[in-house]
T-cell receptor, first 110, second 117 residues
Framework: SQQGEEDPQALSIQEGENATMNCSYK?????LQWYRQNSGRGLVHLIL?????REKHSGRLRVTLDTSKKSSSLLITASRAADTASYFC??????????FGTGTRLLVSP | GAVVSQHPSWVICKSGTSVKIECRSL??????MFWYRQFPKQSLMLMAT?????????EQGVEKDKFLINHASLTLSTLTVTSAHPEDSSFYIC?????????????FGAGTRLSVL
């Protein structure tokens, strides 16, 4: 399977703390994306980082990419209860197809 | 912008009946639409890719006759689960992509929870 692995599988933190999720993938990539899924809902695109980028920011999100280790991390700073969701990394396989990682379930308690 | 509407959000049906799920891109024309299946607490598994006016491309292990996909226009794709059985119960999610907005980024519907009794 080309599916990426994410860790941790589940993460529980308090509001205000930072949350870090890691993603490892198996094949060479042009870009890596992070998506968020609220329980029982569809996915929302968060950020895309290209293979020639090492770090990217968007609001409270910071994504890093290490192509030599085939890994990426997503950092959410100053987390809020509304950040509670599952987070998936995704890479492109073949033409257009996204392959999603196993996901990290984040719980942010007030 | 980039809104994808999926309908219905929840459907319960009897075993042996067929269920149709619609996926519409509301404010853009989707060159490609995708259908995924997701089991509880698991990741999304791609079922098929469809381009407007052509036959869908199914992933290995997905039954074409069981999951019928029609992509009749640039804004509408449908997934029909034929002769549904309890093992077809799952969360089905569609997504759409268009290079006019952003290459490789998919915009997702809210999903359809199918329960087959």
């Amino acid at each position: 399977s080309q599916q990426g692995e994410e860790d941790p599988q589940a993460l529980s933190i308090q509001e205000g703390e930072n949350a870090t999720m890691n993603c490892s993938y198996k094949t060479s990539i042009n870009n890596l994306q992070w998506y968020r899924q609220n329980s029982g809902r569809g996915l929302v695109h968060l950020i895309l980082i290209r293979s020639n980028e090492r770090e990217k920011h968007s609001g409270r999100l910071r994504v890093t990419l290490d192509t030599s280790k085939k890994s990426s991390s997503l950092l959410i700073t100053a987390s809020r209860a509304a950040d509670t969701a599952s987070y998936f990394c995704a890479t492109i396989r073949g033409f257009q197809k996204l392959v999603f990682g196993t996901g990290t379930r984040l719980l942010v308690s007030p | 912008g980039a809104v994808v509407s999926q309908h219905p959000s929840w459907v319960i049906c009897k075993s042996g009946t067929s269920v149709k799920i619609e996926c519409r891109s509301l404010d853009f024309q989707a060159t490609t639409m995708f259908w995924y299946r997701q089991f509880p607490k698991q990741s999304l598994m791609l079922m098929a890719t469809s381009n407007e006016g052509s036959k869908a491309t199914y992933e290995q292990g997905v039954e074409k006759d069981k999951f019928l996909i029609n992509h009749a226009s640039l804004t509408l794709s449908t997934l029909t689960v034929t002769s549904a059985h309890p093992e077809d119960s799952s969360f089905y999610i569609c997504s759409a992509e268009t290079e006019t907005l952003a290459k490789n980024i998919q915009y997702f519907g809210a999903g359809t929870r199918l329960s087959v009794l």
